[in-house]
C-alpha cells in the first residue's frame, strides 16, 4: 500500500484568479435620496464609525468596523426597527484582499425596508456573535464557521454544522478545490475500513456530475436491484433502463439508453 501523503498545502495552490467573469455592480445611490434611510444612518453615526454607506437595489449597504458588529446590530433592533436577520454569511476575499467580508441582512416590517451591514476581517481575526439578538443567528454562524473557518466570539455552540467534527479544510473558501483535496477522496474509506483497505477500495468518485448505475456491493443497481451480499462474481444480466410507466404518454417517445446520445459541444 502506498504511503498517505498529507496535503496540508493544498489550499495554497489553486489561488482565484481573474480567469472568472465578473459581473459589474449594479448602480449605486446617495443615501440622503431616502428619508428613512438617512435617518438609520444618522442614529449609527451617533454612535458608531462608519466607513462607508449607500442605497443599492432599494436596500441600504452600511460599512463598518468589524469590532462594532455586535452594537450596530442591537441598535437597529431596538432604536431602528429592524426586527428581523434575515441572513448572515461571509465572502473570501483572502486571494485579493486577505480579508473575509462578514454581512448580515436586515429587515424592518414596520418600514418596509431593508438594510445591509457589511465589515471585513482577516484570516486569523473572530467576530462576535449576534445570537443573543436574533435567534436566527445561530446556525447562520455555525455554517459560516464551518464553510468558511471564521470563528465566532461567545457563540454557545460553536462547532461544524454541516461538515464532520474532523474534517479538513472550509469547503465554500475559493481556495478550496471543487472535488475536494486527498483528504476528502479518502475521508470515508479510512473512516470505515481503515487506511489499510485503500488499494482494495478504492478512492471516492468525487465528481458531482458523474451518475452510476452501480453502488459498492451493487445492492441499489437502478433498474434490477440486487440484495445485500448477493453474489455477483459471475457476472448478472444487463436490464435496460426504461423511464416511463407502462403503456408510456400518448405522444411522447419511451427514453431508450440504448439510443441515448451524449452531448459534447455545450453550445450545440
Known amino acids: 500500500m502506498r504511503a498517505y501523503t498529507p496535503k496540508d498545502d493544498v489550499q495554497k ?16 445611490y446617495d443615501v440622503g435620496e431616502d428619508a428613512v434611510f438617512a435617518a438609520d444612518l444618522e442614529a449609527i453615526k451617533a454612535k458608531f464609525d462608519v466607513l462607508d454607506a449607500y442605497i443599492q437595489v432599494d436596500q441600504m449597504v452600511v460599512i463598518i468596523k468589524a469590532e462594532d458588529n455586535f452594537g450596530v446590530i442591537e441598535l437597529l433592533k431596538n432604536v431602528c426597527e429592524y426586527n428581523q436577520l434575515s441572513e448572515l454569511s461571509a465572502i473570501d476575499w483572502l486571494a485579493s484582499e486577505g480579508k473575509f467580508e462578514v454581512f448580515y441582512q436586515m429587515l424592518s416590517m414596520t418600514k418596509r425596508k ?19 439578538l436574533f435567534r436566527s443567528a445561530d446556525w447562520s454562524e455555525r455554517e459560516m464557521y464551518d ?30 478545490p471543487l472535488q475536494g483535496d486527498e483528504f476528502a477522496q479518502w475521508y470515508e474509506v479510512d473512516k470505515i475500513f481503515g487506511k489499510e483497505a485503500r488499494d482494495i477500495v478504492g ?14 456491493e451493487r445492492f441499489a443497481r ?30 411522447i417517445e419511451k427514453f431508450d439508453a440504448e439510443k441515448s446520445v451524449v452531448i459534447s459541444d455545450r453550445d450545440r
Open 147 to 176: 464553510m468558511f473557518g471564521i470563528v465566532i466570539n461567545n457563540h454557545p455552540y460553536m462547532k461544524r454544522i454541516l461538515m464532520p467534527d474532523d474534517w479538513e479544510g472550509f469547503p465554500l473558501r475559493k481556495s478550496y
Open 203 to 216: 478512492p471516492e468518485i468525487r465528481d458531482s456530475a458523474r451518475v452510476d448505475r452501480y453502488d459498492t
Open 222 to 251: 437502478l433498474g434490477h436491484e440486487v440484495p445485500r451480499g448477493a453474489d455477483i462474481s459471475q457476472g448478472e444480466p444487463d436490464t435496460p433502463l426504461v423511464y416511463q410507466e407502462a403503456e408510456g404518454v400518448f405522444l
Open 114 to 132: 431593508r438594510l445591509r451591514i457589511k465589515c471585513k476581517i482577516g484570516e486569523k481575526e473572530s467576530i462576535e456573535s449576534v445570537e443573543k
Open 13 to 28: 495552490k489553486p489561488y482565484y484568479t481573474d480567469r472568472y467573469w465578473v459581473a459589474p455592480q449594479v448602480a449605486k
